[in-house]
């Protein structure tokens, strides 16, 4: 997605350690219009599918999702990342490594909102080792809920995460996939 | 707004300790159209101030303050609960309280995308304690920037939360204030 592109490579910043920085655009300040133009692109790639739910994580997916989701007219749901005392025991778990913190925790959605009449897509704003998305792939399974695919904002295309979540059968889109950031210099698929 | 406090009286679920769980259309599972519908009522009372900047706190404030944000043209920035490798050490920090968990967290946002040009509105699910809304005030008090008000959909107008913000000089717009849950019954404003 050209204009996903240029916004990486005009406002994106390269760290030590593969780490691209897009929070003044997508993950921590949020450019409403861009992510409005990524939904439309989502929508393009899944309007036969008949998605008629969106899948999430906190914390920076939900926006991403919210707004695709108005393409879709279906809910977003967004799994959490830790229990709380607001969620009852109905739910189903999985355990997530994460790839920036180091951590392992444990990510939740309430069985009453998932189930084997969904057919789920999928989303997030980052794809790197693809822990998050296996973990959300593996709640929906339990669900008995139909993964329709992954779609990703921006995909570390050097990170085997895409062929771990293709190798479990599902489809992965990602609007721009980096091949490399060697010397600060992205480089895209 | 009818329209929310119906969908509270329709599928809101009222637990012992003043719990409302909302999860099956606000802050777990989200129903977008109702999203659009409470953005567009925060629009009609914020038209006029010169909103350039929503400002919200993960997780569940993302989704409205997003939606909200296509009302007023204007980009979100949401507030972290913890620090992450992934934010450079510039930023504003404070900590808030949280009632729900009660533990005591710290929220930042990077110094980078809030400053003194900036008319923020303050978007949240829920006003209860308030802690987390004067946790956000903070932070654009220390970034020199303009507080233009607080829109919230739920305010649990039992607890002391709005006052508290009031007695900051900041104007708080409440879509549906809950006067009591007593039994299990609702009663709004």
């Known amino acids: ?3 996903l592109e240029e916004r ?8 030590p350690g593969s780490i691209l920085k897009v929070d003044s655009f997508l993950n921590h300040q949020i450019d409403v ?3 409005n133009a990524i939904g439309e692109e989502i929508k393009r ?3 036969d599918c008949g998605v008629n739910k ?3 994580i906190e914390s920076s997916g939900i926006g991403i999702a919210c707004i695709t989701a ?3 007219d279906c809910p977003v749901l967004f799994a959490k990342k830790t229990k709380t005392k607001n969620i009852a025991n109905a739910v189903y778990k999985t355990s997530v490594k994460s790839f920036t913190h180091g951590t392992v925790y444990d990510v939740i959605v309430s069985k009453d909102f998932l189930n084997k009449n969904d057919k789920v897509l999928i989303i997030d704003d980052f794809l790197a080792e693809g822990n998050a998305l296996i973990g959300l792939i593996d709640l929906c399974r339990q669900a008995g809920a139909e993964v329709v695919g992954c779609a990703i904002a921006i995909e ?3 990170q085997p995460g895409s062929s771990r979540i293709r190798e479990l ?4 889109d990602s609007l721009a996939v980096i091949d490399s950031m060697e010397d600060g210099e992205i480089k895209f698929r």
Chains 1, 2 share one sequence.
């Not at 990486?8 to 760290?15: A, E, F, R, S």
């Not at 059968?169 to 992965?172: F, H, K, P, W």
């Open 1 to 3: 997605m050209k204009l």
């Open 8 to 15: 990486i490579l005009k406002d994106g910043q390269v760290y």
């Open 33 to 35: 219009k861009l992510l």
């Open 45 to 47: 790639l899944y309007a």
């Open 54 to 56: 969106i899948l999430t």
């Open 70 to 72: 108005q393409f879709f």
């Open 156 to 158: 570390k295309g050097f």
């Open 169 to 172: 059968g599902v489809r992965v």
